[in-house]
Every structure is written in structure tokens, then in C-alpha cells.
């Protein structure tokens, strides 16, 4: 029986070929003569000679009658591959499909080995590492992160050359780390720049592109796609990604995102990546300042679309919010309800293959990030491949995701707008009263920011070199832990169980005038939330930031995958496990200001009685519920997510005057130290 953790090593230097040396201990694919590509068959006795001498490990390979991989085959090897383009994500689709249907892990380590050779190995690490998250024979097993496997989608290029130079020069042991330039992207002269170590952090790009792993949006087989409010959560985890956007600009004196809603106007702002495919060997094209989106035809990508295409979608899904209904393929239409009417909305318009109906709603949210991703080079003249918006791996570096995304988020909340607001008795819990919520730290009530490095080693994804660790060393934002402290009254005379429900929110706009109820709401991030047993008097509760319900810990998010503990799915290693989904913890607080930024953070504990949901939890991964969810089960909170900053108030007021006895607030503020602090390493 082949040993699943093999599987990992397909991640291992994604271009090199699998009957070389892989991973730490050389391990060799010794693959059936049939299986070597026609370039190879020659010479494919030497080759396993070659590589098979000193190799530490030799795994056979089962000699399996393959399947038809003429569909994915069709993506030349060294291209881009891009999750928003149709024909690439059909392509995918298939791979997925043929790999989950493989018997067991052998046959699917024999299809890997055929296709590592031939498959484009973008798609090839994707669709591999969509299979080994779902197939129930590889649970436990994770791929390595992005990061290391590719990391030209996440540096300067200038890193691997400098790398190059330190693996071949030097011994491992004595190799110095590579800086990773901080803010290379562009010049102080451009505003948007201040934020740079917001769009361009490394955590943030890889757990936007695990939320996409975990979630895909194609498959053959419908129960990877359809999970649990898989379309609130795009919602949800989109809308926050947008209130943290707009708190880190607030702090750097830049006004909130304007929606991109004039597809025939131009993007003031420009990107140019500096990020080089190792695969394409292609530079990321860049996308000029003042471009407009155009009519699409390119033939090579089977795209033909026309910009007023959007626009016809688009009309189609104001007319579905502002009449309440959707209109389903056999000219029916269906009632958008209080309770599902979200997921629905949000699965018409990722698209998704769970859309009701795709033909009539079309694929707005997809088609953006294409149109945007080629508005370069619209008809392929220029031979380009898309830019970053093409991959969910890169969106996150460039400002126009962010327009793209906020106006995405105000088709949701018109529809959210049209929702009954709720009344004083759907937000209290009876005879649970939070007197207060503070944070302890050395000023209390403030939360303090800076600089920190770190390093990631890029040996894994450094093909055709020298093998040895190479650390790359990189400067992100970081917070000082803290902990919460929650006073709270339970005077209903039994104990009960509680969900703490913990926000965090600007207080003005960025001229200063306060905001009222119905802009903070839009800017409220969520920090944490849990449940809670509340014993009969008073209450203390304390908790510490590290355990916040969206983020994943440092490690997990840079995780190595050679230090796992343990076998892959046993209790040693399951804290490893699942997903680098989840917000990066370093980035858990906006940066805040020298001065001190003010916020307010809000408390309020519902009743978990009618939270709950019945499912046993056990297994891994569930720390950061709720940007990602529980894999293979539902979503861990009854309410609706964002819950109770979803809808609108009844009336426009402040903040304070929506304040029910079980909620609090407490005014904070936010000071960053402009100084780096090395991190150690564990
Ligand atoms: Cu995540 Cu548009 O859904 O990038």
C-alpha cells in the first residue's frame, strides 16, 4: 500500500521532474517506461539510473491504465492558470474530478506521477491539493504552503536570483538569509503605496488563496462545491477583507475604497507587480493608470465576453434584490428569504456551479477579476497573460481587487437592506447584562502595533538548484498579544451558555466627523468569537487574542511542512493540520497611527441555546471558523454571519443607541511603533 505522505512530495519543486530526487530524504519515483514523456523515452533507463543511485528512498509506481487527461492537457505547461477563466476553471474541474476518482492512493500516486510530467503545474498543484482536502483517504495530509511551493507568485524576482547565487555558493548550513525588499511595488509618489504592506503581505494573499481552495467554485462532483452558507461565506469572508481594507486606509490617512461600479470608465489606479512567473517564465503584466476594461476575444482562452455583458448581469441582479426574487431556468421565479436569501444571492454571483441559475445571472463576480485581469491586452494581440486579478493567489496586491470586491459587497447589502432590521428582542438575551470589556496591555485599552521579521524557506519551490534551506527574510506587521477582559452579569438565577460576539471599528471618517450607526456598521471587523458558560452573579471573562476565532496562528500560516509532528492525521500532528486557511494572526489589527488611532470595540454575548448548531466538532482545523467554517460540517453559528452588524438598525442613529444590556463598547486606540523586531523562530 502506498504511503499517502508520498503524495506531499509532488510539492515538492513543482517543475522538476518526479523521477528526480524529491524532499528532504531523495526520494524516487520509479515511473512505468510508459509514463515518461516522448522527450524523455530514450533516455528514461539512464535517467533512472541516474537519479536512482543515491537515491534515499525508491517508490514503485503502479502501472495503471490512465485516464483521459486530453481536457487539462490542453493548458500548455509553462502558461498561467488562472481560477477565474472559464475554459481553465473546466479544465480544473476535470483534474479534480479524476483525481478523487482515483480507488485509492496508490492509483491516484500513479496518475500524480504521469501528470506532474505534462499537466501545468499551477493547475497540477491546485487540482491536487483541492483532491487531498476532500477525498477521505488523504484527510490529515496538507499541501505545503503557496508560498514555499511558489513563491514567484508572492516576491520580487530579485529574491531568486540572490538565492540562486546563496545555494550554489554556500553550504546549507551556512547560508545568509535573502531580504525581501519592504514597499518595492512603487514610489511614495503614489498614495496608494501606504498601504502596500497591507495588499502585498504574504499571509494575507495565502489564506485569500486556501479560502479559495477549500472553497471551489467547480467540480464534477457537487459536494465539493456545495458546503454549508458556502455563499454567505464568500460574502462574509469578502465583506471583512473590505472593513479591514478600509480601517488599515483610515490609518494611513487614505479615504475608504470607492466601489468600481463604471465598467465603462477608467481605473485610476495603476499596478505593476514586479513578480515574475517561474513557470511562464513571463514577467506579471502590469496594468497602467486611466485603463478601461474592454470587449474580450481571445481565442486561445475561449473568451469572448462583452463588457455590456456585465452590465445586463448586473441589471439582472438589482432586479432580483429590489423585487425579492430570482428568476430560476424554467421561467419560475423563487422568493429570496430572510434565512437562505444571501447564500443564494452569493452562489449566483461568484458564480458557482450551485448558481440556480447560471445562465441568466451570468458569472459577475468571475468575470470581473477576467475582464480587469486583461484589460491590457483584451484580444490577445500582445500575447500577454493576465495580471495578478487573474489569481487568487496574487488579487490581493492590487487596489483595483478591492474596488472590485466593495462593489461586489453593495450589490450584497442592498440586499441586505431590504431585510426586516432586527428588533430589541431578537438582539437581547434576558438577564445577561456585559457591564464592560477591556484590554489589558501595558496602557490599557490600547493595542500596539510595529514592524516584525520573519523568514520563510524557499528550498522547496527553488527548482534546478543546490538543495539546502534558503530562507528568504520578510517585514510584515505584527501586534503585542493582549487579553480581553469581559464583566458580565448573569441574573437569570441558572447558569447558562453564552456566544461572545467580539468587533472592532473606526470612529471617524478620515476627515473626522463621527460615523453614525449605519457607516461603522460596514466597518465592523470581526476579532473573536466563542462560546461561553456563564455561572448564576457576576462574571469575569477573560480572553487572550492568540485565539481569536478568525486567525490561524503564525506557524500555520508559514508552516513548514518537513517540522510536521507525527503521521499526518494522527492527534500529534492534528494542531498542524487543516488548512493554512484563516486570517494571518499578525495581521489581526490594523496598524493604527503614531499617534494612536481611535476605535471602539464592541462586545455582545447572545443566548448559545439558539446559536447552537448540532454537530459533533470533533476534528482539526476549527480555530478559524469563522472566516473559513469546519471542514466537512456546518457552519459552527446559527445567526447570520456579520450577525448583528448584517442589516441596518431601525432607525439611523449611533451606535450607542443600538446598544442593548447584553452589549457593551469601550473606546481604544491603536498606536504603532515604527520599528522592526526580529521573530523567533521556534
Ligand atoms: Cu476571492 Cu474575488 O473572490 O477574489
Redesign the pocket.
Known amino acids: 500500500m502506498a504511503d499517502k505522505n508520498n503524495l506531499l512530495l509532488f510539492f515538492d519543486r513543482p517543475t522538476e521532474p518526479c523521477f528526480m530526487q524529491k524532499g528532504d530524504d531523495k526520494t524516487v519515483f520509479q515511473i512505468p517506461d510508459n509514463f515518461y514523456p516522448e522527450k524523455y523515452k530514450k533516455v528514461g533507463n539512464q535517467l533512472a539510473d541516474r537519479f536512482g543511485t543515491d537515491a534515499g528512498r525508491m517508490v514503485p509506481v503502479r502501472n495503471i491504465a490512465l485516464p483521459d487527461l486530453s481536457l487539462p492537457q490542453q493548458l500548455p505547461y509553462h502558461n498561467q492558470f488562472s481560477l477565474?477563466v472559464p475554459k481553465h476553471r473546466r479544465m480544473a474541474a476535470k483534474l479534480i474530478d479524476i483525481f478523487m476518482g482515483m480507488r485509492d492512493v496508490e492509483d491516484l500516486q500513479s496518475v500524480c506521477s504521469y501528470c506532474q510530467l505534462r499537466i501545468n503545474p499551477y493547475m497540477f498543484n491546485y487540482c491536487l491539493s483541492v483532491a487531498m482536502l476532500h477525498r477521505p483517504d488523504t484527510k490529515g495530509l496538507s499541501p505545503p504552503t503557496l508560498v514555499e511551493t511558489f513563491p514567484d507568485k508572492f516576491m520580487d524576482p530579485k529574491v531568486f536570483r540572490r538565492a540562486r547565487e546563496t545555494s550554489t555558493t554556500a553550504p546549507a548550513g551556512d547560508r545568509m538569509p535573502v531580504l525581501i525588499p519592504v514597499n518595492y511595488t512603487a514610489s511614495d509618489a503614489e498614495p496608494e503605496q501606504r498601504i502596500a504592506y497591507f495588499r502585498e503581505d504574504i499571509g494575507i494573499n495565502l489564506h485569500?488563496w486556501h479560502?479559495?481552495l477549500v472553497y471551489p467554485f467547480e467540480a464534477a462532483d457537487r459536494a465539493v462545491v456545495d458546503k454549508d452558507r458556502r455563499g454567505e461565506l464568500?460574502y462574509y469572508?469578502?465583506q471583512q477583507?473590505i472593513a479591514r481594507y478600509n480601517a488599515e486606509r483610515l490609518c494611513n490617512n487614505l479615504g475608504f475604497v470607492t466601489r468600481y461600479n463604471d465598467f465603462r470608465g477608467p481605473i485610476a489606479e495603476g499596478y505593476f507587480p514586479k513578480m515574475d512567473s517561474q513557470v511562464a517564465s513571463r514577467a506579471w503584466p502590469p496594468r497602467f493608470s486611466g485603463t478601461t476594461i474592454r470587449d474580450l476575444d481571445r481565442p486561445v482562452d475561449q473568451i469572448r465576453s462583452d463588457v455590456s455583458e456585465m452590465e445586463t448581469w448586473r441589471d439582472r441582479f438589482i432586479q432580483a434584490i429590489d423585487s425579492g426574487t430570482i428568476v430560476l431556468p424554467n421561467g419560475r421565479t423563487q422568493r429570496l428569504d430572510e434565512e437562505t436569501g444571501i447564500d443564494v444571492l452569493a452562489n449566483l454571483m461568484?458564480s458557482s456551479i450551485i448558481s440556480r441559475n447560471r445562465a441568466y445571472y451570468g458569472d459577475l463576480?468571475?468575470m470581473?477579476?477576467v475582464f480587469i485581469s486583461y484589460a491590457h491586452d483584451p484580444d490577445h494581440r500582445h500575447l500577454e497573460q493576465f495580471g495578478v486579478?487573474g489569481d487568487?493567489a496574487t488579487?490581493?496586491r492590487d487596489p483595483i481587487?478591492y474596488r472590485?470586491?466593495a462593489y461586489?459587497d453593495d450589490i450584497f447589502q442592498r440586499y441586505t437592506a431590504t431585510l426586516p432590521a432586527y428588533t430589541r428582542e431578537r438582539l437581547d438575551f434576558p438577564g445577561i447584562r456585559v457591564s464592560s470589556i477591556a484590554i489589558s496591555g501595558r496602557t490599557p485599552n490600547q493595542f500596539s502595533t510595529q514592524w516584525e521579521q520573519s523568514s520563510v524557506n524557499l528550498a522547496r519551490g527553488l527548482d534546478f538548484m543546490p538543495r539546502g534551506a534558503v530562507l528568504a527574510r520578510f517585514t510584515h506587521l505584527q501586534h503585542d498579544e493582549f487579553e480581553y477582559t469581559i464583566e458580565c452579569d448573569n441574573t437569570t438565577g441558572q447558569a447558562a451558555m453564552g456566544t461572545v460576539r467580539i468587533f472592532l471599528a473606526p470612529t471617524t471618517d478620515q476627515a473626522g466627523n463621527a460615523l453614525n450607526f449605519e457607516e461603522q456598521r460596514r466597518l465592523m471587523i470581526e476579532l473573536d468569537k466563542f462560546t461561553q458558560g456563564l455561572r448564576p452573579g457576576s462574571n469575569t471573562i477573560r480572553r487572550r487574542s492568540i485565539d481569536s476565532s478568525v486567525t490561524i496562528p503564525y506557524e500555520r500560516t508559514f508552516r513548514d511542512e518537513s517540522q510536521r509532528p507525527g503521521d499526518a492525521g494522527s492527534a500529534q500532528s492534528a494542531d498542524f493540520d487543516f488548512c493554512g486557511c484563516g486570517w494571518p494572526h499578525h495581521m489581526l489589527i490594523p496598524k493604527g497611527t503614531q499617534q494612536g488611532w481611535n476605535c471602539v470595540l464592541f462586545c455582545m454575548i447572545t443566548n448559545w441555546n439558539e446559536d447552537r448548531v448540532e454537530q459533533d466538532t470533533v476534528g482539526t482545523c476549527n480555530d478559524a471558523a469563522s472566516y473559513c467554517g469546519i471542514r466537512d460540517r456546518r457552519y459552527p453559528d446559527r445567526k447570520p454571519m456579520g450577525f448583528p452588524f448584517d442589516r441596518p438598525a431601525p432607525s439611523t442613529g449611533s451606535l450607542g443607541d443600538f446598544l442593548t444590556p447584553n452589549m457593551t463598547v469601550q473606546n481604544c486606540s491603536i498606536r504603532f511603533t515604527d520599528a522592526v523586531r526580529q521573530r523567533q523562530q521556534r
Open positions: 477565474f485569500h479560502w479559495h464568500l469572508m469578502h477583507i461568484e463576480h468571475n470581473g477579476h486579478m487568487p488579487a490581493m481587487f472590485w470586491h461586489v
